[in-house]
């Protein structure tokens, strides 16, 4: 004999709900009127609903890791306060489509200020995307012939937050930096850029290779944009580890 609770796994698969543990739901919960029960039933429902969609959201953004804000050290890098990051945490300036810069040389915490952004803008519901300047070109010159590449830009076109980390490390070609512009351009006061550089912006032509483009970059980048320079000592090397002990 079908139990309700067979009923009630098949009905909810044939509206396209999850199965669901009902003891899980109702452990320890006496008298419960129906109308509770079903009131706890959706509950779960939309629970496991956005746990999927938080999940997807984290697969689709390209993290390479996982950091937070909680995790960086601020007492190693004092050119950048936890109070900053704090501020900028409740995301609110994503609305506005700002832009933040963190400029500063290798090891000092930028790529991991910026990952624990997006990290904290995934959790808080928001469509964000994680590349470096490298990825991101190829990704701009296959996208008429890669599926894939099409794929990760259209996503990335509907985020609220992309993060661009390592710009400045190599240098463009004048076909990439026309492409970096136009896609740049095409962000701007749409979508939030978080951009990591090594290069302070009077040597962005240095890399890029024309002053022209640069300027045309810059201007709509930081014209609502928080810039934060940073400073010190590598993380990594200050605190490296030695095989010999």
Not at 127 to 145: G, N, V
């Amino acid at each position: 004999m079908i139990t309700a609770s067979e009923r009630i796994d098949s009905l909810a698969a044939s509206i396209r709900l999850a199965k669901i543990d009902l003891n899980g739901i109702f452990l320890d919960k006496n008298d419960v009127t129906p109308c509770r029960a079903i009131e706890l039933y959706l509950e779960k429902q939309l629970q496991m609903r956005v746990e999927k969609q938080n999940l997807l959201r984290r697969k689709k953004a390209n993290l390479p890791f996982k950091k937070t804000l909680e995790e960086f050290d601020f007492g190693f890098q004092r050119s950048v306060t936890k109070e900053q990051m704090l501020r900028l945490a409740d995301m609110t300036w994503l609305e506005q489509a700002y832009n933040i810069c963190f400029l500063g040389p290798p090891g000092i915490g930028k790529t991991h200020l910026a990952a624990g952004l997006v990290s904290q803008a995934l959790d808080l519901g928001y469509a964000a995307y994680f590349t470096t300047l490298d990825a991101l070109m190829m990704l701009l010159k296959t996208e008429e012939i890669s599926g894939k590449s099409r794929g990760a830009l259209k996503y990335m076109r509907k985020a609220a937050l992309i993060t661009i980390d390592e710009v400045g490390f190599m240098p463009l070609s004048k076909d990439e930096a026309n492409l970096f512009f136009r896609f740049v351009s095409e962000m701007s006061e749409k979508t939030s850029l978080i951009i990591t550089s090594n290069k302070g912006f009077d040597e962005w032509a240095d890399f890029l290779g024309d002053a022209t483009i640069t300027t045309a970059i810059l201007d709509r980048l930081i014209h609502h944009c928080e810039i934060i320079n940073m400073s010190g000592d590598s993380y990594r090397l200050t605190h490296r580890k030695s095989i010999l002990g």
